[in-house]
């Protein structure tokens, strides 16, 4: 199983930005993926979450109404669309799966927001 992200970098309070997660190794259509982030000095806590057919979702608090999760089964990749970001956002941000017993994750991606 592997996981890269992408898509993070420096954006200023109230911008955008949209994370891709690229999956491969396990049957992508059959599983739900979600996005997890871990700011300095704090626990990994989820963002966002998606079944495998994309029909359900859920967020956050700390971010509903601003971040949406979907993904394209065809091109085994799970994104997150980010708007009205905050400087609490920053994070390093992270995709996740879990086809069995074992749960994997990606290396991260940074995303800082600060003007």
């Known amino acids: 199983v592997q996981l890269v992200e992408s898509g993070g970098g420096l954006v200023q309070p109230g911008g955008s930005l949209r994370l891709s997660c690229v999956a491969s190794?396990?049957?992508?259509?059959?599983?739900?993926m979600s996005w997890h982030r871990q700011a300095p000095g704090k626990e990994r806590e989820l963002v966002a979450g998606?079944?495998?057919?994309?029909?359900?979702?859920n967020y956050g608090d700390s971010v509903k109404g601003r971040f949406t999760i979907s993904r394209d089964n065809t091109k085994n990749t799970v994104y997150l669309q980010m708007s009205s970001l905050k400087p609490e956002d920053t994070a390093v941000y992270y995709c996740?799966?879990?086809?069995?017993?074992?749960?994997?994750w990606g290396q991260g991606t940074q995303v800082t927001v600060s003007s």
């Open positions: 996740n799966v879990r086809p069995g017993i074992m749960s994997y």
């Open positions: 190794g396990f049957t992508f259509s059959r599983f739900a």
């Open positions: 998606i079944t495998n057919g994309g029909g359900s979702t």
